[in-house]
């Protein structure tokens, strides 16, 4: 089983790590792919441009075995569509084989809101890991169409993932650290150190390249 882990990582932090390890370990996947996308379809644009949001999230998984960084986002054109990712993917991959898409809870809230959402459902499971803070937490503050698909597609062991290539869900407790790219780049414009809230290679990265200053 491999994760894929989608976001702006705009800086990659603490928050996103410890997380898609607990899910690489706890869920003995076989890697985490970190896929930094180009062009956000449902959010502000990243501040810091491409290469450099890679090259922190390079530094950042640095030495971790199962970490890997996917830039094939990075290389499309157009607005980042998790159902396209996945679709080149499976091109890549084959069918048979299960991915998980790693998703915060605040991300899955909105999920019916997505490009295609029952589509990428057919090509991969769902992983929400519970995220502190006022973002609903799976099954609570739920939308009633979430609540059905959860209720339709949800599980609760990693066998029910292992048994298909797609279309189930698990709501995966991880451990909740309160920190956010947002909090980082407000620090960094007051002046303020954001350090311990993500890894020093990536800190000296932002340094040297004067990000959001
Ligand atoms: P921003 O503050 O700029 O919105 P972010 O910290 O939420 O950024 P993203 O790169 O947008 O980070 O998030 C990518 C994915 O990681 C999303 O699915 C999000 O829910 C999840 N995520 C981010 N921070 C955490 C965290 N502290 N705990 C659990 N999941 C997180």
Redesign the pocket.
Known sequence: MIGV??????PI?Y??LR?ALDCLQTLALDAVRFVPLRVAVH?PQPVAPPELRLAMLEAAIAGQTGFVADPRELKREGGSFSFDTLMSLRAELGFQRPLCLL?????FAGFLAWYRPMDILGLAHLVV?G??GPAPLPGTGLSPELKRLLDDRGCDRRDALAAAPGGRILCQP?TS???????IRDLIGQGLSPRYLLPDPVLGLIEEAGLYR
């Open positions: 882990f989608g976001g702006t990582f705009d932090h928050g996103h997380p959010r998703v915060g809870g605040d991300a890991m995220r502190p991880v650290l309160d920190i956010s790219s947002t909090r």
